[in-house]
């Protein structure tokens, strides 16, 4: 599985941002699909997911404030940024888990979000 993702960029707090990701390649119908962040020098960190009943999670650092959905169809994943913080300057990364639980088994290349006060 690839995952190709877009819509990083640089906005002033409170602003919004919108992530794109696609999965392409041999994607399960049972399947899970989300987004983890990095800052440099930082662990990364969880920030949502959904699977492919629509069943969201998401971290408490950013409801609710960001919201994940997801065309099945597209094998797509977004998440809207919404009120963003400079807290919320990272780069992030798609996910896609085979399972509905679980570690993610693949990862995208990463879009920066970056964002000034």
């Known amino acids: 599985v690839q995952l190709q993702a877009s819509g990083g960029g640089g906005v002033q707090t409170g602003r919004s941002l919108r992530l794109s990701c696609t999965a392409f390649?041999?994607?399960?119908?049972?399947?899970?699909m989300g987004w983890t962040r990095q800052v440099p020098g930082k662990k990364r960190e969880f920030v949502a997911d959904?699977?492919?009943?629509?069943?969201?999670a998401y971290a408490d650092s950013v409801k609710p404030r960001f919201t994940i959905s997801r065309d099945n169809a597209k094998a797509t994943v977004y998440l809207q940024l919404d009120s963003l913080q400079p807290e919320d300057t990272a780069v992030y990364y798609c996910?896609?888990?085979?399972?509905?639980?679980?570690?993610?088994?693949?990862w995208g290349q990463g879009t920066l979000v970056a964002v000034s006060s």
């Open positions: 996910v896609y888990s085979r399972t509905d639980q679980g570690p993610f088994d693949y």
């Open positions: 390649g041999s994607t399960r119908s049972y399947d899970r």
């Open positions: 959904i699977n492919s009943r629509g069943r969201c």
